[in-house]
């Protein structure tokens, strides 16, 4: 009898930060609700709509995770977040927006080679996010994208 495979879940994007205040309040900025607020600075959630956001200091989770702390990295780590939207608009908008909290412009929209409309800011610790409107993919009401089958 084999074993049965679990269900298969992305649950929480957990980011290093360097100062958690900071990164708490950027996050806030932005729009995002923090949830489990008695976890203090020690750790942060916030409600996505999807998965759940955390902050939690850097030096804490490379060690829970076994990784060097230092040094830090300081090239492109093969991952970015994103902010898919409803419109070109929107994305300008989110870009302006989150530039105004404090991020930093990484990539000015732009028109993409599949249709689409682009562009990527950073948090405080460098972690990219891409903001973006795509051809078939939906987002709802539910602030959730619907992936065409």
């Known amino acids: 009898m084999g074993m ?28 995002f609700e923090r949830k489990f607020r008695a976890t203090g ?7 996505t709509g999807g998965p759940v956001l955390g902050l939690f200091p850097w030096g804490d989770l490379a060690q829970d ?12 780590r093969g991952m970015t977040l994103a902010w898919n939207c409803r419109s070109s608009e929107e994305v300008d908008i989110v870009l302006d927006f989150a530039v105004s909290k404090g991020a930093e412009l990484l990539r000015p929209a732009h028109q993409t080679d599949y ?25 709802g009401d539910d602030r959730r994208v619907h992936l065409p089958d």
């Open 4 to 31: 049965e495979a679990p269900v298969p879940r992305l649950t929480v994007v957990t980011l290093g930060v360097n100062d958690m205040r900071t990164s708490i309040a950027f996050y806030e900025s932005l729009g």
């Open 41 to 47: 600075e020690v750790v942060a959630f916030f409600d």
């Open 65 to 76: 995770a076994e990784q060097p702390e230092d040094p830090h990295p300081e090239a492109f």
């Open 115 to 139: 249709g689409g409309y682009s562009g990527y800011f950073a948090d405080p610790d460098g972690h990219p996010w891409e903001v973006v409107v795509a051809p078939h993919i939906d987002v």
